[in-house]
């Protein structure tokens, strides 16, 4: 109960939402990223030059299909209109008009007012509209008409203001604003009777129509003039259009009525039948504001927006269902009833009837396919299968997921490819009445049958199965034979039958079943046409759809030739739904699904006519003549113009230098890059779905690189002859420099022969007074110890005198007894002055380092420093410099703040590092 509850919200709340739809013509938009100029596009013409020109504000525009070029008057000024006589494009703007012609593939102005008193200072003139008469051109503004006969100009101002002038029946009738329609008979401006209804209101059109005069005002609808009676134009589009405000209106081929409004876009009216279509900004175009109408020779429409182009082909074979809302989503499957359409998309299953689009109740959710079986449909869904019928749709049974539906061709009975293996539907007129394959449970997308009890099944993801199965729908013998033939890449399988023979898209390339051999074999008919399909689809026995290299082509098989039509990649391009390709034969049309809604195209295979194209090559943004010259390791853009836009525009290939390859040629440009010297030659050929046409040339030169040029070759051999010339001076003076160092080498080395004795020699000599003087060290050291250990026996000769002086009482033997001992340790002065010279010598380098970094040592300090590198102890050191015990570690104190030695830091040590 809630979850049928929540259906029913669901497909009220979306029911809400839909609005109507229908087909429209295809539409190109051009904004102003396209076309670099600003917003308004006040007027558009087709030159006879097949161009597209656009007065565009400050700009004059021009596009011939493949670029976009842009210029501006000299005075800078906005142009308001422009008009086609000849080659020339005339254009009006402020205070100004002229025209303009195009020269080496580009625009040049004219001016035909510079110079002359042309215009009123004191008026703020602006030409709104330019057109011919009895072969003068006449330039508008709202308050007067310039008249120029190719020499003179002459004026004609009103005595009111007007909007518009138009020719109609060989005559110039003005629209004023307030005061009704004139006529401008020989220079005179007489009030036309019969029109009051008119008065006070803005004209901006006056067409004439199968004898009729329709008078298009801004906001009071459109009125009719016929037998000499004005009256309201009785069309139920007529109220609409009241609200709309007109801007622009012009009657085109097949009877058909083209109205530009300035708020709801633009009205095409087929006066056949008095139908509508309304193309606005809830569907196609980029702004509801139309300023201009114009027309190319194929009698398509151009339309001046209030912000950008729209190019509308409403002569196309190709018409548009677009659903801007995204309610629809994307469409799976199309087809068509008697009344409209039903559409199987990923959020259920749709009907459009009666320019109504709406969601059918209960079928929310993931819809695959539509097929028409005798009077009524069946409906392949995410959640079951279902029929359409005499406008009822019913649940036919459970079977989830029906891909594809194909007929068998060897009976009346249609195959079903659902997510759980094979449907069979024996009977056409009771589709309750089917059967499941036991047997294969795996999810099948599409199937094919040509042989008793055999079908062929391709796996959704990968996989080719040969379905054997029995009179009671048993298969006991499933054969994977992508498998079995030892194909790696077996993803997608797509099955196609083609004149009672079963063709395999597999990786790309074509295969069919040799039931001898038992394997598949590569098929060489579609192979040579066919490669790199990526999907195809059957519409009847002689007419299919292949999408090859990205494009897609409607097939006409003739025999075992096959009649290409291209469709344009404009139409489809980035919305078709990949593997999901189907068609629906309605008629003479083919509706098409796109990922958006669907396209309905009426093919039809008439003799097309041979193209003619304009080239336009460009070195540089040079433009370059053919048989010219261009730059090397330059870039060269081909322009092929043909000066088509719709969908007649043809489809053209080149060749370059003669290869086998046909390349195609997209939006009209060739881009040629890394072009080697010498000559070179670009065909062009057309394709009319059977053969290449060869249809224009063109050749050029590319120069030689600037190091390969006269002067380069002739720098070349003169640096060449300069480097020979050197090579040879040079190497002569490396000979002369060779004797010469020759003779420098037996010098120098008899020099150094003789240095080298007399540095032995001396190295000799150095090495026995360095040996001396190893000696002598030795000697003095030896010496210095002795004298160390004398002034140690010193001190102990004191320290036995003080033990005397502390035993012995009796003085006289005291006395004896110290000069005893003082003549047993005695040291002369001649030694002492020996000691301290040999103990200089030896530290001599210590001494001198050690002054030099710190001066402020004194003798006394540096000897202190000395006995202290020697290892020698406080008590040691007392006796020779001839202090106390207490006197010397006082000395060690004050010379460890000169040192700048922390208490940490040991002074022994320190100085050995010195």
Not at 255 to 261: A, F, S, V, Y
Request: include cysteine; charge should be positive; charged fraction near 25%.
């Amino acid at each position: 109960m809630k979850t049928k509850l929540l259906h029913i919200l669901f497909f009220c709340f979306t029911s809400s939402q839909l609005f109507a739809q229908e087909l429209l013509p295809f539409v190109e938009n051009y904004s102003k990223s396209n076309y670099q100029g600003d917003n308004q596009i006040w007027n558009v013409v087709q030159g006879n030059d097949n161009a597209m020109y656009f007065a565009n504000n400050y700009y004059l525009l021009r596009y011939d299909g493949v670029k976009w070029e842009k210029y501006t008057l000299p005075n800078k000024t906005i142009i308001r209109s422009i008009m086609v006589d000849g080659d020339r494009i005339y254009s009006g703007s402020y205070q100004e008009f002229g025209y303009w012609f195009r020269k080496d593939a580009k625009m040049h102005y004219v001016s035909i007012t510079k110079g002359k008193k042309v215009f009123d200072a004191n008026n703020n003139e602006e030409i709104w509209k330019i057109f011919k008469f009895n072969n003068k051109i006449y330039f508008q503004s709202f308050n007067g008409i310039f008249v120029f006969d190719g020499k003179v100009i002459k004026e004609k101002q009103f005595r009111f203001l007007i909007s518009y002038c138009f020719v109609v029946d060989n005559q110039i009738l003005i629209a004023s604003v307030e005061k009704g329609i004139f006529r401008l008979d020989n220079g005179k401006i007489e009030k036309v009777n019969g029109l009051s209804l008119l008065e006070n209101n803005v004209i901006h059109s006056i067409q004439k129509h199968q004898n009729k005069i329709y008078f298009f005002t801004k906001k009071s609808g459109v009125y009719v003039f016929e037998n000499n009676v004005l009256s309201p134009w009785k069309n139920d589009l007529n109220d609409i259009l009241k609200t709309a405000n007109i801007n622009v209106a012009q009657f085109i081929k097949n009877n058909k009525l083209i109205i530009g409004t300035a708020n709801k876009g633009v009205y095409i009216l087929d006066l056949n039948d008095e139908s509508y279509k309304n193309i606005n900004r809830n569907n196609v175009l980029m702004n509801n504001s139309i300023l201009s109408i114009g027309q190319d020779k194929e009698n398509d429409l151009w339309l001046g927006l209030d912000n950008g182009i729209a190019h509308i082909e409403v002569n196309s074979p190709i018409s548009i269902f677009y659903d801007s809302s995204g309610i629809l989503g994307s469409v799976y499957s199309v087809a068509s009833i008697p009344k409209g359409y039903l559409m199987a998309s990923n959020h259920g299953v749709f009907k459009y009837e009666n320019k109504q689009l709406s969601l059918i109740p209960n079928t929310q959710g993931q819809a695959w396919n539509i097929s028409k079986i005798n009077d009524q449909y069946l409906i392949g869904h995410n959640e079951g299968t279902y029929t359409y019928k005499n406008g009822l749709f019913s649940k036919l049974n459970n079977i989830n997921g029906g891909w594809n539906l194909a007929k068998s061709s060897i009976n009346n009975s249609y195959l079903q490819a659902t997510y759980s293996g094979v449907v069979i539907y024996n009977d056409a007129n009771d589709l309750k009445q089917n059967i499941a394959i036991k047997g294969i449970l795996k999810p099948i997308k599409y199937l094919a049958q040509n042989r008793k009890n055999e079908i062929w099944a391709a796996d959704n993801n990968r996989g080719l199965y040969r379905i054997l199965y029995n009179e009671d729908y048993v298969a006991p013998k499933v054969d994977n034979v992508t498998q079995r033939s030892k194909i790696s890449n077996d993803f997608g399988v797509k099955i196609f039958e083609f004149r009672n023979e079963i063709l395999f898209l597999i990786d790309n390339s074509w295969y069919t079943f040799n039931s001898i051999t038992n394997q598949l074999e590569a098929n060489e008919l579609f192979n040579a046409n066919f490669k790199n399909a990526s999907d195809i689809v059957t519409i009847d026995e002689n007419h299919f759809m292949v999408l090859q290299d990205g494009l897609l082509y409607h097939i006409y098989a003739e025999g075992t030739k096959f009649i290409r039509n291209s469709i344009q990649e404009k139409y489809y391009k980035g919305k078709i739904i990949n593997d999901n390709l189907k068609v629906f034969k309605d008629g003479n049309n083919y509706l098409l699904n796109l990922d958006d809604g669907f396209i309905s195209l009426d093919l039809k295979y008439d003799a097309k006519k041979r193209p003619a194209v304009k080239i336009e090559a460009f070195n540089d943004n040079i433009l370059v003549e053919n048989n010219s010259k261009i730059n090397h390791n330059s870039e060269l853009r081909i322009n092929v113009i043909s000066g088509i836009y719709g969908a007649t525009k043809p489809d053209l290939f080149y060749k370059i230098n003669g290869t086998k390859d046909f390349f195609p040629i997209k939006e009209g440009l060739i881009l040629l890059n890394n072009l080697s010297s010498g000559s070179h030659d670009v065909t062009i050929y057309s394709n009319d779905g059977l053969n290449y046409d060869k249809i224009a040339n063109f050749q050029f030169v590319v120069a030689k690189a600037w190091y390969f040029s006269a002067w380069m070759i002739l720098v070349y051999m003169i640096l060449i002859g300069l480097i020979l010339y050197l090579y040879y001076k040079w190497n002569k003076m490396k000979y002369i420099q060779k004797l010469k160092l020759q003779k420098e080498e037996l010098k120098h080395q008899k020099e150094i022969l003789e240095m080298e004795l007399k540095a032995e020699n001396e190295l000799n000599s150095q090495e026995y007074e360095k040996h001396i003087l190893e000696l002598e060290l030795q000697s003095k050291s030896s010496e210095v110890a002795g004298k160390s250990l004398s002034i140690a026996k010193q001190s102990e000769m004191i320290e036995n005198i003080q033990n005397i002086l502390d035993t012995e009482s009796d003085f006289n033997k005291l006395k004896s007894e110290i000069k005893k001992a003082i003549k047993i340790n005695a040291v002369n002065k001649h030694e002492w002055e020996v000691f301290e010279t040999n103990l200089n010598q030896i530290n001599n380098e210590f001494i001198i380092a050690l002054s030099k970094k710190y001066p402020n040592l004194t003798p006394k300090d540096i000897k202190l420093c000395v006995y202290l590198k020697m290892n020698l102890s406080s008590k040691e050191i007392a006796p020779m410099m001839n202090i106390s015990f207490r006197g010397v570690e006082l000395h060690r104190y004050r010379l460890r703040k000169k040192l700048g030695l922390s208490q940490e830091e040991n002074l022994s040590k320190f100085l050995l590092s010195v």
